[in-house]
């Protein structure tokens, strides 16, 4: 198992910066894969970003070029930096973890952080 705390969400105006910080509480070389997701009202939950525990990403079309996630081994934390950010980006952020075991794969999910862009 592993608990995700999300943290760094808030009010911004369009064209501006913020990053979110996922902090596992476990090893994240011992997670496959961690991800953020985001939830707008109305809409289904998308994927955002994903690092695996090689260090590979990547990005949905929507964010490419704006959105970066990384990670901190050290900190067992996975960030992510949203610049020049739209209205359309307001949302719940969830952050993820994929487990596989022999006995099959499970997701854990965070709390989620709001994010709200003004225009």
């Known amino acids: 198992q592993v608990q995700l705390v999300e943290s760094g969400g808030g009010l911004v105006q369009a064209g501006g910066s913020q990053r979110l910080s996922c902090a596992a509480s476990?090893?994240?070389?011992?997670?496959?894969?961690m991800g953020w997701y985001r939830q707008a009202p109305g809409k289904q939950r998308e994927l955002v970003a994903t690092i695996t525990r090689d260090g590979i990403t990547s990005c949905a079309d929507s964010v490419k070029g704006r959105f970066t996630i990384s990670s901190d081994n050290a900190k067992n934390t996975v960030y992510l930096q949203m610049n020049t950010l739209k209205p359309e980006d307001t949302a719940v952020y969830y952050c993820?973890?994929?487990?596989?075991?022999?006995?099959?794969?499970?997701?854990?999910w965070g709390q989620g952080t709001q994010v709200s862009v003004s225009s």
């Open positions: 993820n973890a994929l487990i596989r075991t022999w006995s099959g794969s499970r997701d854990y």
């Open positions: 476990r090893t994240i070389f011992s997670i496959n894969a």
